[in-house]
């Protein structure tokens, strides 16, 4: 029987949660999907708890009701400023004399990668693991294979426990329920929409939500780096609300209805009115100035995000270029932004085919992510934790069993 | 508009027998410029005082009284940016100082808060003054975003300046060249703001100083702004013609000043004055004031003064300043208090006084006033068809995005909240 698993992530804009199952092909199936407007939340953070876990119980009871069938386990996306990633790095040399590494090698050099520990109040939310040098060779897996040295690295994100915790006691709030894992928004997004091929060859997944944008960056199939951004499209529609001199519910509706990433030559000819009913307060404003607006702010993302992963960006390691997701993705432009200050190729980025109509909108990502991580862990459960090299998820949540 | 007209239109006190003491006090660089701008705009109703630790910059002042200070600390050479000799400055001459602020009610400080002196000076005047019993008002200009070191000073200057000032007006350089027109020189820009400044000003004094049709008084200015408050708005319209009232209002909530990320959208106390001429529409004017209150959620505090000047002609000025988070440091309610949809003025301001400049327009404005309570009952009776004029300003009002947070967005020095087009200083045309 296939086991029933659900998926939560708490948004700015909205409170998602999915129920999914693997369809005897080994397919992800979303069985039901709920989203309830939360207003608790803002830049990726709780700032309203009670606010907050009702519109996250809403959409848990919703997602259950619609797949008519309780929620045994969920997934939980974690995102927002408090989350910081950090390379760590441990060695050790082969301890039997014919140089062949055994197992408790590779343990030695990942205890001491992971021996630093975070600073009071935070905690780490995953080790995700780097490819092993042995010697001067990139390998997988060295147990069996000769050499001398071993170097493992681990790209580590931590964050607070306070933040973690408070969204994890929301969720556990909603009848006990439990949390299998902890995931951090980018990892999610990254997984769904960039297969393995690309993340062999080298791609970076940005994903532009309301409140925060999220990225995650794959090289050599690993994951190399990922971060979060404080800025969303809620940003954007601030912007064009002050710039333009509008309140912010018209400057929401002028941003997806006229707004645009880029700048082009015949917005300064065309007017667009404020408020769109034309009563006498109305007025109209040249589309360049809207899309001046947005242009610096999402000039400005793109360029935080490339001084954030530095060198590591090269162009020949990331062959695969740019995907772009998040509600924020729909923006037209965004992507010709992104290829102009990044330098590379930039997409909007798909779903695998069976994620359709509504479910494959782009604010999606997170929560079809952490889905497709959960079907995939339970439905081989015996290498979720040792031969899945790709990711060796470590939970280490304080307080939490 | 010219500067000029507003404050020649005779001196406020003398048609007033309020016998309110108000001075200027220009502190540092950027204050002392401000004041001189004030000269040059020939505000002469109130006494402006320079202060400055750079005695090269007082020389050039043009302000009639200049307070030296610091002079044992940095023999008249500046601060070099430190904040804290700016302070110490100030205590040097604190004896001098008082004697300066004794007797004054009403005290105006304006200080750029991105140098030493006015970051270090301006808070210990403003307490200086509060303690002398005051109420104080402080205008500051803000450094550029990219000016980071200095910006970080600014906010903790800021900071300082708000646990004694009752209302501070911050005035970022981010937001200049928004301010000027679309090929304003930078001088141009500055003297927009500076003028901005001038305007606040006169405001605050036309409603304490002068008799108005609508009158209020300094009590009532004091009552309203008695607590420290966090955040402010400060904004001004002006319009001209036969609906000349109504384009003033559409003008004010243009004003680039109130669409800022620090500014408030709502307030807690709020100050409106109208200054127009003698034809002025009361049933409009009853409107814009109750648009006024709506659009910024003025609950019960709100000080309204509306002024008949025969020198504005065809022309009316709208100035407001609110206050709100009252106590500072306190975050407001998730929700500022409903406005009332009834158009009325505040109820301690609802007596009409005539002004007696001349008697042909004392007899006309006398008319008007007898007038006006039977057009105000009428006004608010049919108020909600009224409304249907502002529906535009109608809708949720909020705090802004982020407004409620009080936490800084920061990436590389910059507030990653504050609009990208505003710190890089990319001019928006609306």
């Given at each position: ?393 470590l939970v280490h949540l304080v307080g939490m069993n | 508009m010219s500067q000029q007209t507003m404050f020649t239109s005779g001196s406020f006190q003398s048609d007033s027998s309020s016998s309110v003491r108000a001075k200027v006090f220009g502190i540092g660089g950027a204050g002392v410029s401000l004041v001189d701008g004030l000269c040059l705009d020939g505000f002469d109703a ?385």
């Open positions: 029987m296939s086991k029933i698993l659900g998926a939560v992530e708490i948004g700015t804009q909205k409170a998602k949660a999915m129920v999914g199952v693997l369809s005897p092909s080994g397919d992800l199936k979303v069985v039901a999907a709920a989203s309830v407007k939360n207003e608790g939340v803002r830049k990726g953070e709780i700032v309203d708890y009670r606010k907050t876990a009702s519109a996250v119980h809403a959409a848990i009871e919703e997602a259950e009701t619609a797949a008519g069938a309780k929620i045994d386990e969920v997934y939980l996306a974690q995102t927002g400023s408090h989350l910081r990633g950090t390379q760590l790095r441990g060695s050790s040399s082969t301890a039997a004399s014919d140089n062949r590494v055994e197992y408790s090698d590779v343990e030695r050099a990942s205890e001491e990668a992971k021996r630093k520990k975070p600073e009071e109040g935070r905690s780490f939310v995953h080790h995700v693991r780097s490819p092993v040098v042995l010697d001067d060779r990139i390998v997988e897996d060295p147990v069996g294979m000769c050499g001398s040295s071993i170097e493992i690295g681990y790209w580590a994100i931590e964050g607070e426990n306070n933040a973690i915790q408070e969204s994890y006691d929301i969720v556990h709030g909603y009848g006990r329920l439990d949390i299998t894992e902890l995931f951090v928004s980018s990892i999610a997004s990254g997984a769904i929409v960039a297969g393995s091929d690309l993340q062999h060859s080298g791609v970076l997944v940005v994903d532009v939500g309301a409140g925060v944008t999220d990225y995650v960056l794959y090289r050599h199939g690993h994951i190399a780096a990922t971060g979060v951004v404080c800025v969303g499209g809620d940003h954007i529609s601030g912007d064009l609300s002050m710039g333009l001199r509008i309140l912010e519910p018209y400057a929401e509706d002028i941003k997806i209805e006229h707004g645009k990433a880029m700048v082009d030559e015949s917005d300064a000819k065309e007017d667009v009115w404020l408020i769109g009913n034309k009563t006498i307060g109305d007025r109209t404003v040249s589309r360049k100035s809207i899309c001046q607006v947005i242009n610096a702010r999402v000039v400005e993302l793109f360029e935080i995000i490339a001084k954030e992963i530095g060198s590591l960006l090269d162009p020949d390691m990331v062959a695969s270029g740019v995907l772009l997701t998040g509600g924020g993705s729909l923006l037209p432009g965004i992507d010709r932004v992104a290829e102009n200050v990044l330098g590379l190729r930039t997409e909007k980025a798909s779903f695998p085919s069976g994620i359709e109509g509504d479910l494959a909108h782009p604010g999606n990502a997170t929560v079809l992510g952490l889905l497709h991580y959960g079907l995939k862990d339970s439905a081989v459960p015996s290498e979720s934790n040792g031969s899945e090299g790709l990711l060796k998820k | 109130v006494r402006s005082i320079a202060i400055d630790v750079d005695a090269d910059v007082l020389s050039d002042c043009i302000a009639a009284e200049k307070i030296p200070i610091g002079r044992r600390l940095t023999r008249g050479m500046g601060t070099g940016g430190e904040i804290s000799i700016g302070r110490k400055a100030v205590d040097e001459e604190r004896d001098l100082i008082r004697k300066n602020l004794d007797g004054v009610d009403l005290v105006f400080l304006l200080a750029g808060l991105g140098g030493g002196t006015g970051g270090g000076a301006a808070p210990a005047i403003a307490k200086l003054a509060r303690e002398s019993g005051a109420l104080v008002f402080a205008f500051t200009p803000l450094p550029f975003s990219w000016e980071k070191q200095r910006h970080q000073m600014a906010d903790d200057a800021l900071a300082e300046l708000r646990k004694f000032a009752n209302a501070v007006i911050p005035l970022p350089n981010d937001s200049l060249i928004q301010i000027g027109g679309a090929d304003a020189t930078a001088l141009e820009c500055f003297a927009q703001a500076g003028m901005n400044v001038s305007r606040g000003i006169s405001a605050i004094c036309s409603l304490v100083f002068r008799k108005g049709m609508i009158d209020v008084d300094f009590a009532h200015l004091r009552k309203a702004f008695n607590l420290r408050s966090g955040r402010t708005l400060f904004g001004f319209g002006e319009g001209k013609g036969a609906d000349a009232i109504r384009h003033a209002l559409r003008d004010l909530l243009l004003c680039p000043m109130l669409h800022l990320p620090d500014v408030s959208r709502a307030a807690d106390v709020l100050l409106i004055t109208v200054n127009g001429g003698p034809d002025m529409n009361m049933t409009a004017l009853q409107q814009v004031a109750g648009s006024i209150r709506e659009e910024f959620r003025a609950g019960e505090h709100v000080v309204f003064g509306a002024h008949v000047d025969e020198n504005m002609g065809d022309r009316v000025e709208i100035c407001v300043l609110g206050a709100t988070d009252l106590e500072a440091g306190i975050p407001a309610a998730d929700v500022a208090p409903a406005a009332d949809p009834v158009l009325t003025t505040s109820p301690k301001a609802k007596k009409a006084k005539p002004v007696s400049r001349s008697h042909a327009s004392k007899l006309k404005r006398e008319t008007a006033a007898a007038k006006k309570k039977a057009k105000r009952e009428k006004a608010a009776a049919k108020a909600p068809d009224d409304q249907e004029f502002f529906d535009f300003m109608q809708t949720e009002n909020q705090r802004g995005i982020f407004g409620d947070q009080g936490k800084r967005n920061l990436y590389d020095g910059e507030d990653l909240d504050v609009p990208t087009y505003l710190r890089k200083g990319i001019k928006i045309d609306v």
